[in-house]
C-alpha cells in the first residue's frame, strides 16, 4: 500500500497505539542542538502525518488520541500551530468534535498575532468561529494561558467516538 506522506516511522507509531493505547512520537528528549522552533515545526509535520494516516485508516481511536496530544503539546509551549484550522477541516467531517476543538482553541487560546495578516482561513472554520463567539459577545472572551484552559476541559468533548467508549477506556490490545 503506497500511502504518501507517511513513513514506516509513522506505521509504527500507529501499531504502538494499537498495542498500547499510548502514542510514542520518540520526541519527549530534543536534542539540545535544536531550537524551540525548529521542534516545533517537526513535531507539527509529524502530527499531521499522523493525522492525515488515522483518518486514512479510518481509526477514530487514533485521531481522538492525536487531539489530546495537540492538547498537550499546545499546553506544554503555550503555541499552537495557525494552520491547525485548514489541516482539521480537511480531514474531518462537518459534526467532528475535532472541528470544535480547534475553534474552542482559535476563541480561548489565540494571541494577539493570530489574525494579524490574511491567513486564508476557510469559509466553515470562520464561520464556526463566529457561530462560536456570537453568544459570549455580550459578556465577553477571556484569554486563558493555553496550559490553564486546556487543564479546564474533559478530552473525551473533542472526540469522535459518540456514545462508544473512548479509547483510554479499552483495552490497549485490540483487533
Known amino acids: 500500500m503506497d500511502l504518501p506522506d507517511i513513513g514506516p516511522e509513522h506505521m509504527r507509531i500507529w501499531i504502538k497505539f494499537l498495542y498500547t493505547g ?4 520518540g ?6 542542538r535544536q531550537s524551540e522552533a525548529e521542534l516545533f515545526c ?4 509529524a502530527w499531521n502525518r499522523l493525522y492525515t494516516l488515522g483518518d ?4 477514530g481511536d487514533f485521531k481522538d488520541a492525536l487531539i489530546d ?7 506544554i509551549l503555550n503555541a499552537y ?3 491547525l484550522p485548514d489541516f482539521i477541516y480537511s480531514h474531518s467531517t462537518k459534526d467532528s ?3 470544535r476543538f480547534v475553534v474552542d482553541m482559535f476563541v480561548n487560546v489565540r494571541n494577539d498575532k493570530t489574525f494579524e495578516t490574511n491567513l486564508g482561513y ?4 470562520l464561520y464556526d468561529m463566529l457561530k462560536s463567539i456570537v453568544p459570549s459577545l455580550g459578556k465577553g472572551i477571556e484569554l486563558q494561558f493555553s496550559e490553564d484552559w486546556f487543564k479546564s476541559q474533559d478530552g473525551c468533548k473533542y472526540h469522535d467516538h459518540g456514545d462508544k467508549p473512548c479509547y483510554k477506556k479499552k483495552p490497549a490490545f485490540r483487533f
Do not use: G, N, W, Y
Not at 27 to 32: A, C, G, L, V, Y
Not at 69 to 75: Q, V
Open 69 to 75: 496530544a495537540m492538547m498537550e503539546f499546545t499546553a
Open 56 to 59: 486514512f485508516l479510518q481509526d
Open 122 to 125: 476557510s469559509q466553515e472554520f
Open 27 to 32: 520526541t519527549e528528549t530534543p536534542q539540545i
Open 42 to 45: 517537526k513535531d507539527v509535520s
Open 81 to 83: 500551530p495557525i494552520r
Open 22 to 25: 499510548r502514542i510514542f512520537t
Open 97 to 99: 468534535a475535532h472541528r
